[in-house]
């Protein structure tokens, strides 16, 4: 009879409260509850705008403590901030010659060792000295565009990398020389204009950080076991041990992933573009050898994704369809997707349309929606510790959103709907690759890039770079600025 009168989460608070202080509930999990609730998504608001950047955001993490917030943008720079002040601790150049994509504190390093990637390809390491010197360094590169790392769980040292050169590699910063683990590939050669598949996400399982994934240009999440990798390299490391994808996009070849994430309890979330996000458990994997092509049963199943859902397609096979979350768009930028919550109790995302989306994990309601941009939100991060979200995107700021707001908050009217699906892999314009060629010759005028291959770096672009800026992603101004830069400078 009680759970039937609780109708709204104020009345679960209050029932937690009594039962935490009848000892029914132990401080742990009321804490939890409470973390949880319902109410404080609805209470989330803009805390505070931290505003430093000259360029769009792309990055931002918190340290393992929750106080300090790292992040990098298109003007190359990395700002510490402490959040809840706004003020900012230390703002140096990241050492990078184009847009910073992802920066992250490794663990245990009193918040002094940050590793970076950017789209020069750059893998770099900070190391933040007495009395705020800074030491840059860098340990690799990509051929082609780096968009994010994956740091392993509790490690001070290792790091994984991906690019859009298809290339997965791992690092240890005790030895500093990176292990090129694997260069991911099509399957039975589909997709025949791109030789490998540009990755733009990596994520590693926190439950058994043996486990990583990696997704990009296809359909396709791979999940590979790094135990099966000899460091002599003596064998081929390059077959995944489980494949996960939706059904009904099994062979679409107008789809990519722009996100990854793994929760506390070792589910994966998948965002692409042109499409929704999907939850999958282990037991939803495709095993080695996927199918490549979409069954009749799985067309079947994309009708119903397009529908609303009747009861009896929900029942059916419950345990091997992803949950999926919609009202988003997911289109112009590589954009990430995160859980939220002390128990991974929530999915968020960004959109096309400036705003954040926030799910209930079980059962895909939306039940919030805010206004992040005025153009794109493409980050979001959740505070290791509580319900605090920091989010980016085109806007040169950084907003911090905390569960401040007297009223709850009520979905807006209208929700845009996903447009039509333009294609992932768009070939570049004769512009577009005029501007890519400028920009290259600028980079190997410097010092630093001297001796480079340019018929490797053209090979680069006429296959792997075959991105336009909109279907690409948090560099979209950046890289025309700079481009600007070099044809005004040479006029």
Not at 278 to 307: C, K, V
Request: aromatic letters at 8%; proline letters at 4%; a negative charge.
């Amino acid at each position: 009879m009680m759970n039937k009168r609780l109708k709204t989460s104020s009345d679960k608070a209050v029932v937690n409260v009594w039962q935490r202080q009848l000892g029914e509930l132990s401080a742990r999990n009321f804490a939890h509850r409470l973390g949880g609730s319902e109410d404080l998504v609805l209470r989330l608001d803009v805390h505070r705008k931290l505003d430093k950047h000259r360029g769009c955001v792309n990055t931002v993490s918190f340290n393992a403590d929750g106080d300090i917030l790292v992040s990098g943008s298109d003007d190359r720079r990395l700002i510490l901030w402490n959040w809840e002040t706004g003020k900012v601790k230390l703002s140096f150049h990241s050492g990078h010659n184009n847009n910073v994509f992802q920066a992250k504190f490794m663990p245990y390093s009193d918040d002094r060792s940050i590793v970076t990637c950017a789209a020069d390809g750059q893998v770099r390491h900070t190391q933040i000295l007495e009395k705020g010197q800074v030491e840059s360094s860098m340990l690799a590169r990509h051929r082609g565009r780096a968009h994010k790392l994956a740091i392993e769980p509790g490690s001070p040292h290792i790091f994984y990398t991906c690019g859009e050169d298809g290339l997965v590699q791992h690092f240890d910063l005790r030895t500093g020389a990176p292990t090129k683990l694997l260069t991911c590939q099509t399957l039975d050669g589909r997709r025949s204009n791109l030789p490998v598949i540009n990755l733009n996400a990596i994520a590693i399982d926190p439950r058994n950080p043996n486990l990583f994934a990696v997704a990009g240009s296809d359909e396709y999440t791979r999940l590979f076991d790094i135990r099966k990798y000899n460091w002599d390299g003596s064998s081929d490391f390059g077959q995944p041990t489980n494949y996960f994808c939706p059904p009904h996009l099994i062979g679409n070849d107008q789809v990519g992933i722009t996100g990854l994430a793994f929760s506390e309890q070792s589910e994966l979330l998948v965002s692409y573009n042109d499409e929704f996000i999907y939850l999958f458990t282990r037991e939803m994997g495709l095993g080695p050898n996927p199918p490549i092509s979409m069954s009749s049963d799985a067309s079947e199943m994309s009708d119903d994704h397009e529908s609303e859902e009747s009861p009896s397609s929900m029942d059916t096979d419950e345990k091997t369809v992803p949950q999926v979350y919609k009202g988003h768009m997911n289109s112009q930028t590589v954009k990430g997707v995160n859980f939220f919550g002390p128990k991974c109790e929530y999915v968020v995302s960004g959109s096309d349309c400036g705003r954040i989306f926030i799910w209930k994990k079980k059962g895909g309601e939306l039940i919030r929606v805010m206004e992040g941009d005025k153009d794109v939100v493409n980050c979001i991060k959740s505070h290791p510790h509580t319900m605090v979200l920091a989010s980016s995107g085109i806007e040169n700021d950084i907003k911090m959103w905390t569960p401040k707001a007297l009223e709850r908050a009520t979905l807006p009217q209208h929700i845009e709907q996903k447009p039509k699906a333009k294609g992932w892999m768009c070939r570049l314009s004769p512009q577009e690759l005029m501007l890519q060629l400028f920009s290259l010759q600028r980079r190997r005028t410097s010092p630093e890039h001297s001796g480079e291959n340019s018929s490797a770096d053209l090979e680069l672009i006429l296959t792997l770079d075959a991105n336009n800026d909109d279907s690409s992603g948090e560099e979209d101004d950046d890289d025309n600025s700079s481009q600007g830069d070099f044809l005004f400078a040479n006029l």
